[in-house]
Nanobody
């Protein structure tokens, strides 16, 4: 069974740091671009970051550039999203997703497999 599982979410104060992990089971991430998305209550799902299958190209939404870093460890079949300088507007459910298309898309329509999501709450 193909599965993506997010971990590392939780509650953090403004200015804090969290690192999300996206672990794959049932398939190898080697051939997939991996994206991170988020969805706040009442809002559409938005692309946050994406890394291509080689790990050489990344893409970030303007709202997180300079604060978030995406990386992958194919030996662990895991992709990470390090989130620094978190702000209340970053509060959302975060999802990881895998795409068999080449490129670093931030549009969810390009993605084939999705995790169940994990809550990130930034509040004082």
């Amino acid at each position: 069974q193909l599965q993506l599982v997010e971990s590392g979410g939780g509650l953090v104060q403004p200015g804090g740091t969290l690192t999300l992990s996206c672990a794959a089971s049932g398939f190898s991430l080697d051939y997939y671009a991996i994206g991170w998305f988020r969805q706040a209550p009442g809002k559409e799902r938005e692309g946050v970051s994406c890394i291509d299958n080689s790990g050489s190209t990344t893409n970030y939404a303007d709202s997180v550039k300079g604060r978030f870093t995406i990386s992958r460890d194919d030996a662990k079949n895991t992709v990470y999203l390090q989130m620094n300088s978190l702000q209340p507007l970053d509060t959302a459910v975060y999802f990881c997703a895998a795409s068999h298309y080449s490129g670093t898309y931030l549009d969810p329509h390009w993605f084939d497999y999705w995790g169940q999501g994990i809550q990130v709450t930034v509040t004082s």
